[in-house]
């Protein structure tokens, strides 16, 4: 008689086990934290982790924790590429590019999306959402550091926080950018795990380094001083060595073109910086002493606004620690566009007397470095060549990814992580936005790829920016470049991903073809642009 309570302790003991796995099921199914970190004009290759010899810990952490992209893509210039990231849309869908005038109403930023799904959202950085100028009130961000100086690093007139302007920042007060940028969500980041702990957040992390000026801070500076000395012939060689060791690619290095000029070069311009100053990207043996210390100097000190930028990233990643948040935290890598060829001054403009990298200098790094930046790819931010389009994209979920330091082959684009966050989120939007019916999103989730390589698929990736034009589809891409506006060239990437054999002349079949899809799509996206 004494043996019949035991079928009912063990009820009560399997109640128990279910009570305690029903109440942690919450913490390991709750929604992801979500944070997306763009640079500004950073080639291909410069973090460590891509082939790069810029001192990037923070950054290769990532990807030794979770897993690189070698096949995704921006729109090869800053704002096309922010519209496209926060609005899940091709620029030319929404009249981003060219800037047409507002965006049309049913156009939803990432917080529309995401606030509905119980998420804080937090900008800080960089904006350039020319149709929607205000992170809080036309983005619908809960809180924003927004930055609007990108001629400058030290002193800004023009910064906002929560829509609001701040007061100008003189020079020499302490101030730089990078810093300032990781500072604002640091905050934002420690409030909310004060305050709404509960819920989880979306960051938007947008640095505007390392764009032009080349404007640093003099430590960092002092770390790669003389490291480029050996001349972009021999850095370049060498990153695309180590990226082939990295299994990461596997495609030639194109030789440097002598007779590029950058885009929108004046003359007057060496004058201003001075005779080390240099127009082409010539043999580095054919420079003088003089221009050997000046492009030098200028890299060094790109690498050192890199640096500074992966400094400032680990110290968000420390807060996310901090929170007990990075578990759970999908953290995005990626830049705006390839690396600029530009060579010009504006702001305050250029003082050759003044310290290289110091707010009275106004420096670029030119063709020459470019092109190391972008190894091992032809051409250059504003072209869509794939220099001016390829990224590296590196993604860390601990929680939700299993592999660590793997590659991912899937193709993609910034149109992807508007679907991406949404899948992430478990949200389902409506397809009216304002009373209207919206266009089909384009993009693709990438949630499949964190689990398997190859799992994405598209059916097309469509680029164009200022008569600059290309369409992939597969493993093949057609690209004309404004210079040759009537000549369309073929590449297939599989074999040529650094586009050296045109093969329009053999499969001119397939090149008239992709081409003629090119022109019905930018039609098509033309249609769908309406600011009504």
């Not at 302790?9 to 128990?16: I, Q, T, V």
């Not at 082959?409 to 209207?436: C, K, M, R, Y």
């Not at 899809?517 to 309406?530: G, I, K, M, N």
């Amino acid at each position: 008689m004494m043996k019949q309570p035991i079928p009912y302790l063990c009820l009560l003991a399997a109640l128990g086990i279910w009570l305690s796995c029903s109440l942690t099921a919450p913490a390991a199914t709750s929604k992801p934290n979500i944070v997306i970190i763009l640079a500004d004009d950073m080639g291909f290759s410069d973090a460590g982790c891509y082939g790069g010899e810029i001192q990037t810990p923070n950054v290769d952490r990532l990807a030794a924790n979770g897993l690189r992209f070698t096949q995704f893509y921006n729109t090869a210039r800053c704002w096309p590429t922010r519209s496209s990231l926060l609005t899940g849309y091709y620029a030319q869908q929404i009249g981003m590019d060219p800037p047409k005038g507002p965006l049309p109403p049913w156009t939803r930023v990432l917080p529309h999306y995401l606030k509905p799904l119980g998420y804080r959202c937090y900008h800080s950085g960089k904006w350039h959402l020319m149709g929607a100028p205000k992170p809080l009130a036309d983005g619908g961000f809960d809180r924003s550091y927004l930055f609007e100086d990108w001629d400058r690093y030290f002193s800004p007139a023009k910064h906002f926080e929560d829509d609001r302007k701040l007061l100008p920042v003189k020079p020499d007060s302490g101030y730089y950018a990078t810093t300032a940028f990781a500072d604002h969500a640091i905050n934002y980041l420690k409030d909310h795990a004060t305050n709404h702990a509960a819920e989880p957040f979306f960051l938007y992390l947008a640095f505007i380094s390392p764009h032009f000026p080349l404007q640093a801070l003099p430590e960092d500076i002092a770390r790669y001083r003389d490291r480029y000395l050996e001349g972009w012939d021999a850095v370049r060689e060498k990153r695309w060595h180590r990226l082939r060791q990295m299994n990461l690619l596997d495609c030639a290095l194109p030789p440097l073109d002598p007779k590029f000029t950058p885009r929108y070069f004046k003359p007057e311009v060496l004058q201003q910086i001075g005779p080390g100053e240099i127009e082409h990207a010539v043999s580095w043996n054919a420079l003088t002493k003089e221009q050997k210390t000046l492009q030098a100097t200028k890299m060094s000190i790109h690498a050192a606004m890199v640096d500074r930028m992966d400094r400032e990233i680990g110290r968000v990643i420390d807060q996310l620690r901090v929170m007990d948040a990075l578990d759970n935290t999908v953290i995005f890598f990626l830049s705006d566009n390839g690396a600029d060829a530009t060579l010009m001054v504006r702001g305050e403009g250029h003082d050759q007397n003044a310290p290289a990298g110091s707010w009275r200098s106004f420096l670029c790094i030119g063709p020459g470095w470019a092109s190391t930046s972008n190894t091992p790819f032809r051409w250059h931010k504003i072209w869509t060549h794939e220099g001016g389009i390829a990224t590296p994209l590196i993604v860390q979920w601990p929680k939700g990814i299993r592999a660590r330091g793997e590659f991912r082959h899937d193709q993609g684009h910034v149109i992807d992580f508007v679907p991406t966050l949404l899948e992430l989120a478990g949200g389902h939007p409506s397809d009216t936005w304002n009373g209207v019916t919206a266009p089909a999103l384009p993009g693709r989730s990438l949630v499949p790829a964190f689990a398997h390589d190859g799992t994405v698929q598209h059916e097309f990736i469509f680029f164009q920016h200022e008569g600059n034009r290309a369409l992939r589809m597969g493993d093949w891409k057609v690209v004309s470049a404004r210079e040759n506006e009537n000549s369309w060239e073929l590449y297939d990437l599989a074999k040529d991903r650094s586009e050296m054999h045109d093969l329009a002349a053999e499969q001119p079949d397939r090149a008239c073809s992709m081409e003629t899809r090119w022109t019905e799509l930018e039609a098509t996206f033309r249609r769908q642009y309406s600011p009504k």
